[in-house]
């Protein structure tokens, strides 16, 4: 098991950046693969991000191009740093752990979650 706390969330403008992160408790951290998913109210949870123990990464169309994910195993945490903000962008952001496989887009249930940080995207 493992422990994920996530920080970094705020209010911004659009077209501006945030970088949020996620760090993990536990034995372990560099086995597992990392996620980010976002849910925004009225809407179901979607993945943001995804990187694995290996360092691949995968992202949707909606946020290709403007968010990078990333993991510094050294000091047990994962970023997202995120550019170009729309407000379509709102929602509570969560850090997701996992082991094993990965399928982020086809199992977004799995695994340990954070509480969530709320990211706020407007004028």
């Known amino acids: 098991q493992v422990q994920l706390v996530e920080s970094g969330g705020g209010l911004v403008q659009p077209g501006g950046s945030l970088r949020l992160s996620c760090t993990a408790s536990?034995?372990?951290?560099?086995?597992?693969?990392m996620g980010w998913y976002r849910q925004a109210p009225g809407k179901q949870r979607e993945l943001v991000a995804a990187i694995t123990r290996i360092g691949t990464t995968d992202y949707p169309d909606s946020v290709k191009g403007r968010f990078t994910i990333s993991r510094d195993n050294a000091k047990n945490t994962v970023a997202l740093q995120m550019n170009s903000l729309k407000p379509e962008d709102t929602a509570v952001y969560y850090c997701?752990?996992?082991?094993?496989?990965?399928?982020?887009?086809?199992?977004?249930?799995?695994?340990?979650w954070g509480q969530g940080t709320q990211v706020t995207v407007s004028s």
């Open positions: 536990g034995n372990e951290f560099s086995s597992y693969h």
């Open positions: 997701n752990a996992r082991r094993g496989v990965t399928g982020f887009r086809q199992l977004p249930d799995f695994g340990s």
